[in-house]
């Protein structure tokens, strides 16, 4: 049963060749063989190395910059229609705002409701665009992005209060008709429930003056898994990717005045090169400004960032399947709680900010949150700043020419692309459940600038939409997409307790069996130089399911350079108790220190940097 299911672990070579991409053998290990004596070959990221050798040598057709999700999304985007795909991101994949959002898949239901009382039929296209992408993320990874219902708490106070709960009803039925005119939605159809139920769904919210409430779906993503996903995916296809890559400049032809590549700086080498390409793509998200910059001097800023920060409770503050949003707090924002990696996240603010790589939610921020937390919690479940496990501020690109005043709530979350003299394309605005829909509008526009061809043929359009990504069972032979059996095996055949094979099956879908394959001391990835105990299915923190094995998956199969890298991003220790990322921080480094080579200087130099960046999650210092 595990060989069968085993069949196509990281997904095979099979699937690989589903994206147009070439699979050499730098870029597999060695086949598996199977309880019916088929054998199949797992995809293995190609080395870093490798990858940067490739932007050193080649002439890309496109050149990303940023891999975010917009980022990987144009890389893959780009290499799945035949283009020749670089791509280079200064910190980590998702390590801005990508991986600071409130991880949810939406349409945007203020937006929906904006649309109807400025009649702006913009609003309402973005409305439905938005709707129409959450269906391709929860079709794409539907190991990891799943439908989440959202309660809508009816009170009232007033005589006139009850007019509201048809006005609300009527409302998410729209957005309901709206999600389906692309087609299947994905999601189940919203309802309204009786203040019983309410209780019962919801059990500690405030019930004084509770008539019920109006339940309806969205979309929920582990968001910087998702976005590294896409970027994994992009490799598949060929693409060259490479974190810890700083861009220094922006080149031009020194006769056509074109923008024909970028200078780089390799962060952990320090060499310098540069990379070429026919196009360079700015996907940098709330830093475009700076890089238009380094193309054209003149150019005037198009960005204004607006800080979310959200923070993380414990898990007791909401039930494991039901969120909670109240669509209007006292400044007109919303409030949410949803459960989320064993946690609940309450937030978020809306407010301009500074262009920074490492926000910080300030403390005003925080208890502005906590204090309309406790309106709609129940007097033994109030919330203090004693509560709050983790904090995070995220910065959302918002465009200033869609401003329609100087609050950025009132910005619309709409895309544009700017095409500039020397025909550097920047993708800026929109927002994360759009990322697919901006990719696609990016590479449509790049042909348009510089119109290319494959072996004498023009290149085709999109093919992303509807498509799984990497982990997906995209070739349908571990699984035939029903995850649950992968979780099964993980249990039965592994042996890994029930929390940790759905923590892992619902973050890297078929993959979980290549970090179970790592738990066997006798396995394919088993490392002979360090005791087998070590490697076995221990956790990195005893309360939380993530085990010791995805670190040393995390470096060797997705790029994984730091222990930011792996605590925030490839785990989300740091994001869902910064407490016990800081704990095991030394044995996580430790891991990664024998995996990567680090010396002890290195390691200890490792570990402080990573408790630096830790402070910008951690109210403990800021507690009352």
């Not at 039929?121 to 269906?135: F, H, N, P, T």
């Not at 002979?528 to 094995?549: D, M, N, T, W």
């Not at 108790?577 to 891991?591: F, G, I, N, Y």
Request: with cysteine.
């Amino acid at each position: 049963m595990a060989g069968r299911f085993f069949a196509s672990i990281s997904v095979a070579f099979s699937e690989a060749s589903l994206w147009g991409g070439d699979v050499s053998n730098d870029e597999v290990v060695s086949p598996i063989k199977c309880v019916d004596g088929t054998t199949v070959v797992p995809y293995r990221v190609p080395s870093r190395k490798k990858q940067i050798n490739r932007l050193k040598k080649e002439t890309f057709d496109v050149l990303v910059i940023g891999g975010g999700s917009v980022g990987s999304g144009v890389a893959l985007d780009a290499s799945t229609r035949g283009l020749s795909v670089g791509m280079v991101e200064r910190a980590d994949f998702a390590s801005g705002t990508s991986s600071r959002s409130t991880k949810l898949i939406h349409g945007g239901i203020r937006y929906l409701e904006n649309a109807f009382k400025n009649a702006d039929v913009g609003q309402l296209e973005l409305v439905k665009e938005a709707l129409a992408e959450r269906a391709h993320m929860l079709k794409a990874a539907p190991y990891m992005n799943t439908a989440l219902p959202i309660m809508i708490p009816m009170y009232c106070k007033k005589w006139y209060d009850p007019l509201f709960i048809p006005y609300y009803m009527a409302g998410v039925k729209v957005y309901d008709f709206v999600a389906k005119l692309h087609g299947e939605s994905g999601v189940p159809n919203s309802h309204f429930i009786d203040k019983e139920e309410a209780k019962f769904q919801f059990p500690m919210i405030n019930e004084k003056d509770l008539w019920g409430a109006i339940v309806y779906y969205d979309g929920q993503m582990n968001d910087s898994r998702m976005n590294l996903h896409l970027a994994l995916t992009a490799t598949q296809a060929g693409a060259a990717i490479a974190s810890q890559t700083t861009v220094l400049s922006v080149s031009h032809d020194p006769v056509t005045g074109k923008c024909d590549g970028v200078m780089v700086q390799d962060n952990i080498t320090g060499h310098k090169f540069k990379v070429k390409a026919k196009v360079v793509v700015n996907a940098t998200g709330p830093f475009s400004d700076a890089v238009r910059k380094m193309d054209d001097p003149e150019a005037e800023n198009i960005i204004k960032g607006a800080a979310g920060v959200h923070v993380v409770l414990p898990d007791h503050y909401s039930p494991a399947k039901m969120g909670l949003i109240v669509p209007k707090t006292s400044d007109g924002r919303v409030l949410f709680f949803l459960p989320w990696e064993g946690a609940t996240i309450s937030g978020t603010t809306d407010s301009e900010s500074e262009l920074t790589m490492e926000p910080k939610p300030t403390d005003k921020e925080v208890g502005f949150i906590l204090e309309e937390a406790n309106n709609y919690l129940k007097l033994d479940k109030s919330v203090a700043s004693k509560d709050v496990k983790a904090a995070w501020s995220g910065i959302r690109p918002l465009v200033m020419d869609s401003a329609k005043s100087g609050d950025t709530k009132a910005i619309s979350r709409s895309h544009v692309i700017e095409v500039s003299k020397s025909n550097m394309v920047t993708i800026a605005g929109g927002k994360w459940t759009t990322y697919r829909r901006m990719a696609e509008d990016v590479v449509d526009r790049v042909l348009e600038v510089e119109p290319m061809t494959k072996m004498g043929k023009k290149l085709g359009e999109c093919v992303t939409e509807g498509r799984g990504i990497i982990g997906a069972d995209r070739a349908g032979v571990v699984a035939n997409g029903k995850f649950d059996r992968i979780n099964i095996t993980l249990r039965d055949e592994y042996e890994l307790p029930k929390d940790v094979a759905k923590h892992l099956v619902s973050n890297y879908g078929t993959r979980a069996l290549q970090i179970a394959e790592l738990c066997k001391a006798d396995g394919e990835f088993y490392c002979p130089q360090v005791s087998s105990k070590l490697y076995g299915a221990k956790r990195i923190v005893s309360k939380f399911p993530f085990l010791e094995a995805e670190v040393i998956f995390a470096c060797r199969q997705e790029y994984a350079l730091t222990a930011q890298d792996v605590l925030a991003r490839r785990t989300r220790l740091a994001f869902i108790d910064s407490d016990a990322a800081d704990a095991c921080c030394e044995r996580v480094v430790e891991l990664m220190g024998t995996e990567l080579g680090w010396n002890k200087a290195r390691q200890k130099k490792e570990v402080a940097e990573f408790r630096k960046w830790l402070e910008t999650m951690n109210m403990k210092d800021r507690q009352t």
